[in-house]
């Protein structure tokens, strides 16, 4: 019993840096939307004629996170159409729908499994209408990042917000 309760406490102190983990909030007055990242997480920005997005990745490139605005003739579409397309992009082969609101946004999220670079990645993917932008927010991660980040990447998806004031 004693090394089964050892066992548990082990387990629960090495879940509790990641779950702990500090955030960093960003601004996007581009996307008039706020959000919070891990400090050590690279940037990367990407422009196509199609979406505008910021790229952040784990140093172990194990878990990102996408937040980005659809552009040109794919800004009209609804937000069913485009995360359609997204997973289709993502390589999306199992997922769920369903409707989420969160700080007065409302989302259509989807989970489930893609293949990225031949790996297979778990996903939790939002697509949301505001201020007439089709925005974009996705964490995708290896299953053991996954398992091992949930609270954290949860708490990073959950933190998208209307950026208010200018």
Request: hydrophobic share 40%; aromatic share 8%.
């Amino acid at each position: 019993m004693r090394s089964l309760l050892l066992l548990l406490f082990a387990l629960l102190m090495y879940g509790r840096p990641t779950a702990a983990q500090d955030l960093e909030p960003v601004q996007n007055r581009a996307f008039q939307v706020k959000y919070a990242v891990p400090p050590h997480w690279a940037l990367t920005h990407l422009r196509t004629d199609t979406v505008e997005v910021l790229r952040y990745h784990s140093p172990e490139d194990d878990a990102r996170l996408w937040v980005g605005q659809l552009r040109g003739r794919h800004a009209a579409l609804p937000p069913a159409r485009a995360l359609e397309r997204l997973l289709r992009h993502l390589g999306a082969t199992r997922h769920e729908e369903h409707r989420v609101s969160s700080h007065g946004l409302d989302f259509l999220e989807s989970t489930g499994t893609c293949f990225v670079g031949g790996r297979e990645l778990r996903y939790d993917a939002r697509v949301t209408t505001y201020q007439g932008r089709v925005l974009l927010v996705y964490v995708y991660a290896t299953p053991a990042a996954f398992t091992t980040q949930a609270p954290m990447l949860h708490r990073v998806l959950d933190s998208l917000t209307p950026l208010r004031g200018k």
